[in-house]
């Protein structure tokens, strides 16, 4: 079992960014394909980004060109950079690591004037 801690969330205006993290346990991490999940009030939970253990990304199209994932292998971290944030982008972001189909507790991201 892989425990998952997300952190970076928060209040932020049109047009800005935030950095997300989500910290693993377990040796699982290095060999997982992790991914970033959303999920806005009143609608499914949606992938935003996902990260193989070689460095492969893949993107939804909302975000592509403004959201970048990465992963720090010796950190057991794996980040969301988040530009040109629009309100549309407000929800709760989860963390999943697809190898222990683990899931964060989520953190919060609200963008709004």
């Known amino acids: 079992q892989v425990q998952l801690v997300e952190s970076g969330g928060g209040l932020v205006q049109p047009g800005g960014s935030l950095r997300l993290s989500c910290a693993a346990s377990?040796?699982?991490?290095?060999?997982?394909?992790m991914g970033w999940y959303r999920q806005a009030p009143g609608k499914q939970r949606e992938l935003v980004a996902y990260?193989?253990?070689?460095?492969?990304?893949n993107y939804a199209d909302s975000v592509k060109g403004r959201f970048t994932i990465s992963r720090d292998n010796a950190k057991n971290t794996v980040y969301l950079q988040m530009n040109s944030l629009k309100p549309e982008d407000t929800a709760v972001y989860y963390c999943y690591a697809y190898g222990a189909n683990s899931w964060g507790q989520g953190t919060q991201v609200t963008v709004s004037s």
């Open positions: 990260i193989t253990s070689g460095g492969s990304t």
């Open positions: 377990g040796d699982i991490f290095r060999l997982s394909t």
